[in-house]
């Protein structure tokens, strides 16, 4: 585990999690999981440390977000990605990740594969990695042996992407609802929304369509429409944001 003081090892010296590939996807077995997510800890959790329990995705869900950065490191940017989203089919979406404050309460286990996932979202919407990579390195500058509320990490991320990313936190910090990609095609016009979602979520997706190339979009919960290319072209999300989509078009199934 990652205590500063007690540093204990438990995986068997095997690759994954006891031989276990937490993502499914082969990438998982290439490395030991213990050494890679407590190594992080010392970044996400012994540098920068939560000041309540109900914070804990400050060393979670970067500590399982790290996991894909190694990940991506070792094999290539899509082996990361792939990783990451593997994890997705563990989110139990019980609980919100962030608890209750002052009772000792540290919320949803969510706080690692959803958050790790939230993460990523985080990065696409940023869609600059060099950036990313900054704000990743800066947080460890600005808030260096501090212990943080959760929220001044969120207001970093804001504030150094340059968006505001507020309703993206509350969505998936503090409901358990995946926000939905709802639309409808009428011979060549695409309505699209966001459905699922708090008050205001207007989150930037990518979406391709037909054979076209991923382009970016920025939903609201609002209908928008938009021409398509022709009457029977697919519409597909970019899988690297973590959402789920709804095709109004499609039979209701029984």
């Known amino acids: 585990m990652e205590h500063q003081s007690a540093v204990a090892y438990g995986n068997r010296y095997h690759n994954g999690y006891l031989g276990r590939d937490l993502s499914n996807t082969g990438h998982g077995l290439k490395w030991d999981f213990i050494i890679v997510h407590e190594s992080a800890h010392e970044w996400w959790g012994n540098s920068i440390t939560d000041k309540d329990g109900a914070d804990m995705w400050v060393h979670e869900s970067f500590a399982n977000y790290s996991e894909s950065l190694y990940t991506e490191c070792q094999e290539g940017k899509k082996a990361g990605a792939e990783y990451q ?22 919320g949803s286990n969510d706080k690692y594969y ?10 696409q919407i940023v869609d600059n990695d060099d950036k990313w990579r900054a704000i990743l390195r800066g947080a460890q500058k600005t808030f260096r042996h501090q212990t943080i509320m959760g929220t001044q990490l969120e ?3 804001s504030r150094e992407s340059g968006m505001n990313l507020s309703k993206v936190f509350d969505q998936y910090l503090r409901t358990i609802q995946i926000p939905v990609f709802e639309y409808k095609v ?17 989150m930037p997706v990518r979406i391709a369509l037909g054979s076209g190339p991923f382009r970016r979009i920025r939903p609201t919960d609002a209908w ?31």
Do not use: C
């Open 85 to 106: 989203i593997g994890t997705r089919a563990s989110v139990k979406n019980d609980v919100p990740i962030v608890g209750q404050y002052g009772v000792n309460d540290e």
């Open 114 to 123: 959803k958050g790790g996932n939230m993460l990523h979202t985080i990065r």
């Open 155 to 157: 207001e970093y991320i």
């Open 186 to 202: 009428d011979g060549t016009i695409l309505s699209y929304r966001w459905s699922n979602v708090v008050s205001g979520f207007d």
């Open 224 to 254: 928008q429409t938009m021409p398509m290319p022709g009457a029977n072209a697919k519409v597909r999300l970019d899988e690297n944001f973590y959402v789920e989509t709804k095709n109004l078009n499609a039979p209701t199934q029984r």
